[in-house]
């Protein structure tokens, strides 16, 4: 989902990264796949500061297990 917010914002991963407060190498890894050195709040407050409006709804679990499901609309 960032990858798809920085391609629309025709954004390099230098400047998106610098915008973030990060640096481009970091921003690369999350793209990649290897999200271990960001964290969710951090991947979130650079969604918001790439333009997104972030809403979580929590919902009571029902018979199966619990998930996480994230859309972006457009």
Avoid: F
């Avoid at 798809?4 to 915008?19: E, F, P, Y």
């Avoid at 970091?26 to 650079?46: E, H, I, P, Y």
């Avoid at 500061?49 to 859309?71: D, F, H, M, W």
């Amino acid at each position: 989902m960032l990858r798809q917010i920085i391609t629309d914002s025709g954004l390099s991963q230098t400047q998106a990264a610098k915008c973030c407060g990060t640096d481009q190498p970091t921003l690369s890894k999350l793209l990649s796949g290897r999200s271990d050195s960001v964290s969710a709040d951090q991947m979130l407050r650079w969604m918001v500061v790439l333009g997104c409006q972030i809403e979580i709804n929590v919902y009571p679990r029902q018979q199966s297990p619990g998930n996480i499901k994230a859309t972006l609309h457009e």
